[in-house]
Each structure stands twice: as C-alpha cells, then as structure tokens.
C-alpha cells in the first residue's frame, strides 16, 4: 500500500546542474540549480528565480552554460549552491574551479566538470521561472568516453535526493534501454 504526501517535488533523478554565466562587465558566475531537464531534442529548460545573479547575466548576454556535477565535485556543486553571486562575487575562484570561455556561446565552461552543454537563450519567463535554451554544442572530456560515448559510469553524475536532501551518485547500468523488455513481447 501506498502512503500520500500531497502535493511533494519527489523526482528522481534530479541532476545537479551547474548554471555557467558572464555578467555584463564579463565577471563569471556559476550557479547550482537543481529543477531542470531536456524539454526538447535540442533544448533544455530550467527554473531559475529572477532574484539570483544567473537570471541577470543570462537576460544580459543571452547564452549560459549547463554543467553536470559528478562525486568528485560534489562539495565545490553545492558551494556554488549556497553562496549568491549577488553577494560573494569570487564564489567561483573561491569553490577552485577553473573556466574556459566557450567557443560555441557568450558563457564559461568548468574545466573540471566532464561534460557541458552548450546554450543560446530561447525564452526567458520570470512568472515561472523557465529559461529555456537551445543547445548549441555538448562537449564531452575524452577521459570521460568509451568507445566514443559518453560514459555515466566514468563521470559518476550526481543528482539531488528532495526527499533527503542530499546527492547521490548515479552510474550504475541495470538493463539496456529499448531492448530488456523485449523479453516480454
């Protein structure tokens, strides 16, 4: 039997998302962000409240990035989770990680985190929250390939528990996609 909780947010997996921006005087900023995903083929969406710095600089330069925080990362994701770039604007250099500007859109990429996507701003709402962008480019770390494929088991994405409220690495292959339920046709 099944217990009711009303209306919860109890998703899984919610991956970490690591928000990478540029202010208008070019200061980079990276945000942690929790609620989001592909709502398209090419496009991603995210919910991001217009009072973070984030909203500010993508509505400013039109392009962001979006990151996936890994085990390795963890401490440095939620950092940059808790700390406003509205009020500690070297939270990045404070966190150690490094950028590179993309080649693809006006935003940094976190050279630690193994796989970005690349974005151009579609649509911003302030009403919900969404900004939605349309995935330019992904780039991948070599390191974090096999046979030529990105590889979950070697970037150990994280992803955030709402029940708990803690991350939990995600990696493990348990069945092949479109083919184990075969076994029932």
């Known amino acids: 039997m099944k217990k009711n909780f009303g209306n919860k947010n109890w998703m899984f997996p919610m991956p970490v998302l690591m ?39 993508i509505a400013a330069k039109k392009a962001f990035t979006v990151a996936f925080g890994t085990a390795e990362t963890a401490v440095q994701c939620d950092y940059l989770g808790i700390v406003s770039g509205n009020q500690t604007p070297g939270k990045v250099k404070k966190s150690g990680f490094t950028l590179t500007k993309s080649e693809f859109v006006d935003a940094p990429v976190i050279n630690e985190l193994p796989l970005v996507l690349e974005c151009k ?29 990105p590889d979950a088991g070697k970037m150990k994405p994280i992803c955030f528990d709402t029940c708990e409220h803690v991350y939990r690495i995600m990696g493990e292959k348990v069945a092949r996609a479109f083919s184990a339920g075969k076994e029932l046709m």
Request: aromatic share 4%; proline share 1%.
């Open 19 to 57: 928000i990478g921006t540029y202010g208008e005087d070019g200061t980079p900023d990276v945000m942690n962000a929790a609620w989001g995903g592909i709502s398209l083929e090419d496009e991603i969406t995210i919910c991001i409240d217009s009072s973070h710095k984030t909203w500010a600089n």
């Open 121 to 149: 701003l579609i649509s911003m709402n302030e009403s919900n929250c969404n900004v939605v962008g349309k995935i330019l480019n992904c780039a991948v770390e070599e390191s974090a390939l096999t046979d030529g494929k």
